[in-house]
């Protein structure tokens, strides 16, 4: 384009000093054309080059996800084809699943042995409360014989006493009056000792009665040996109960701790049995499938056994120096010209500018991180959108393209720019004729 603008400036020279002459030919105006003409091209190169820049490094990116195994292996099936289209779920290989397959068994047998223990444990809790609930009840029962018992022997007791009481208060009554009628010599003292003696019986007989009664009153509080067995029968069950409740009732969320353990290896080793078969995340394809039956998968490996593709529409990003960011703003219109399409331009827009370039990341461990090509240097990339012109023509992922933005500063030099991308595109027919000569 250079070569272009020089022409066109020398063909201007030409018709106003040689042609026409209407600037006289010295010294001083061939170094003032020459100069100016140096001013001229320098100027609008730094316009184009600021107000409407131009990446030929634009390239088509596509997300790749690494498809690495989570468990280690030996391969036995790899279904897949390279770059043949598939469906989320499809299988892309499979590991041998025998040893997981066997370790899966070993553990369910084993929590199948702890839950016929917890079983026991359960059977052995039941018959503890059944054993405590007929000790209750036959406390129930001795409670209510001893106490029906106790009652009727202090009211036994009572109405001996009130008996006794009633007939030795007749005594001394009798007593009394014998005393008076001996004084006077109207009873003989053989009564007398009659009447003293039923008396002293009577006051026995009550001062019996009373013990009697002491005695109930103590039994009924204190409670005989029938009683007593029926309340140790029931302590003893009580604590068989709580010590089946206490085996039982050892658990986790619901769940025995050895249950529960059991329980989550066994999920554990099923999830890894699951993951011996890889499938496809999403739709897409794999590229370059270079993995084989009876080689070995390991997991958390560096190198990916696999590149999966998925199904979603490329990305067109371009760099550009960073004088030229300034002016780029989301929405300004640009164009492409690819090498694959000689001769054809097609719109884009602006869809923003990155925010961060990789020479401005810090790792974790305190370093920069470097981009992944030096020749880049500090250059901002900058994502496009398409239309569905692009996308109809299917090129492949790191496709080259040349990508112009037109900004709105010093919008008619945009035509400027316009006839040298179309220029830059047409020249791609001489490659294309090089490269044909090439070949053949």
Known sequence: MIELILGTYGAACWLIFKKFKLVPITTYTICTAVLGGMFLLVGLLILLSVCHPVSHDGRFYSTVTQIVPQVRGKVIEVPVTTNAPLKAGDVLFRIDPKPYQLEV???????????????????????????????????????????RQARISLEISQAQIEQTQTRLELAKANLERSTELALSGAASQRELDSDQARVAALEAELLQAKSAEQKAQETLASGGNRLKAARDALKQAEAQEREARVALEAESDGVNPDVRQAMAELE??????????????????????????????????????????????????????????????????????????????????????????????????????????ASVGDDIPVKFVFGEDVEELNLPTGAHVSIAVYTHNFHALAIVRKIILRIKSWENYVFFMKNFDAVH
Request: proline letters at 7%; charged letters at 20%; hydrophobic letters at 40%.
């Open 268 to 373: 554990r080793k099923r999830w890894e049995l699951e993951q011996t078969v890889l499938r496809a995340p999403t739709d897409g394809y794999v590229t370059q499938v270079t993995l084989r039956p009876g080689q070995m998968a390991t997991p958390f490996s560096p190198n990916s056994a696999m590149l999966f593709i998925p199904n979603e529409k490329q990305m067109l990003v371009a760099r550009y120096p960073q004088n030229a960011i300034a002016g780029i703003e989301p929405g300004m219109d640009a164009e492409l010209a690819f090498q694959a399409y000689p001769g054809r331009i097609f719109p884009a827009k602006v869809e923003y500018v990155f925010d961060i370039i990789p020479e401005g990341q810090f790792l974790g461990a305190g370093r920069v991180q470097g981009g992944p090509d």
């Open 105 to 147: 068994d070993r553990l369910e047998a084993s929590l199948a042995g702890m839950n016929a223990k917890v079983s026991q444990l359960d059977a052995r809790l039941a018959s503890a409360q059944a054993a405590t609930e007929v000790a209750r009840s036959n406390l129930l029962v001795s409670e209510s014989d001893y106490d």
